[in-house]
């Protein structure tokens, strides 16, 4: 089965809408697969959609193929660089602002409420919540002004939609937030790789070291640098205790997270990570067992996974990893989105 990261999915009442990555990347998706999950749910909007005669056929088979719509295609992408996008100063590729991409995604989900009633009945987010979502703490006003033209132009089709859904509180604050981008200052999520681990104090002793990635399926989106090998660890014996020392280079944002280690399978250590300066870090004390594993096995026997460690997690691979930051480096500069363009903005250069 494709891995969540190569398939943006528009979850509909009813079914699910498949799109090929590469496609949407390029800017040119062609068709999307629709994949029914219940029948009687999605039959009104897929009628709405496809027509009769093709609703027919996908209700037989359970799927159908069918040409791609752009609002579908937009916001099945905007939901996919909101869990995905593989940012970070090694790659070379910058974070895009949430609060842009609440704003973009809740302009996308009333599109596509438009184009085919119902089919978003249940959906994760309305566009009412994604645009709270935006303009709380200001965030909207700080990550807007490098494309405030842009900006101002959704937060008027939002105010528009707004008004035809009678909610007139919002409808009255999309439109005031013209005027006040046009005096906001300019705000830049800043993202560094930080040192390794410290020096040894005298009289201790490295038993285990090594290096790791993070599988951005098992820590929160835009938290974490998204390269190779930014996790560093290492095993210290001393006098009073053996301690097992993690540090995770490039952190954007906080989150709870925790480090697991593990032999063969089977954890024996767990380290609870806090955020530092640009980096996560944390120490935990190995007991006696843990510590005679450390100490009989080769560095390369040992595993530290960074995030959720459950076997239910559909992790990912370097080859996943690398597989999408090259789809991303190559994405043409006329299919970007609104925070691409503002993340290339503010760091005035390609990527």
């Known amino acids: 089965m494709t891995h969540p990261v190569h398939a943006p999915v528009l979850a509909a009442d009813g079914g699910l809408i498949r799109f090929a990555l590469a496609d949407l990347l390029a800017g040119r998706a062609a068709t999307m697969h629709i994949e029914l999950t219940d029948a009687a749910a999605a039959e009104p909007w897929l009628t709405r959609l496809a027509g009769a005669e093709a609703t027919l056929v996908a209700l037989g088979q359970g799927h159908i193929e069918l040409p791609a719509q752009p609002e579908l295609g937009r916001l099945a992408l905007l939901l996919w660089l909101r869990r995905w996008w593989p940012a970070g100063p090694s790659l070379g590729i910058p974070s895009l602002d949430p609060a842009l991409l609440d704003l ?39 990550a807007g002004p490098p494309v405030a033209e842009e900006v101002r132009g959704l937060c008027t089709r939002l105010a528009a939609w707004f008004d035809d859904e009678d909610d007139v509180v919002r409808a009255e604050t999309a439109a005031e937030m013209s005027a006040r981008l046009g005096t906001a200052t300019p705000g830049q999520r800043a993202y560094t790789l930080a040192a390794g681990l ?63 280690a593990s032999h063969a399978g089977e954890p024996f250590a767990e380290v609870p990570l806090e955020l530092g300066a640009g980096r996560f870090s944390g120490t935990a004390e190995l007991n006696e067992t843990a510590t005679r594993l450390a100490a009989r096995v080769h560095s390369g026997q040992i595993a530290v996974v960074v995030g959720v460690a459950g076997e239910g997690v559909a992790g990912t691979t370097a080859e996943d990893r690398a597989e999408v930051v090259a789809l991303v480096r190559a994405r043409p500069p006329a299919a970007r989105t609104l925070a691409e363009r503002a993340a290339a903005a503010s760091a005035d250069e390609e990527f």
């Open 104 to 142: 973009e995604t809740a302009v996308a989900t009333a599109d596509v409420e438009g184009l085919a009633e119902g089919l978003l009945d249940g959906f994760e987010a309305s566009p009412a919540e994604l645009f709270d979502a935006a303009i709380a703490d200001d965030a909207l006003l700080a």
């Open 198 to 260: 410290a020096p040894l104090a005298p009289g201790e002793g490295v038993l285990a070291s090594g290096r790791a990635s993070v599988d951005w399926a098992r820590v929160p989106p835009g938290i974490l640098d998204a390269g190779e090998d930014t996790v560093t660890w290492r095993i210290v014996v001393a006098a009073t205790a053996t301690r097992l020392e993690i540090v995770v280079a490039g952190a954007f944002a906080d989150a709870a997270i925790t480090a697991f």
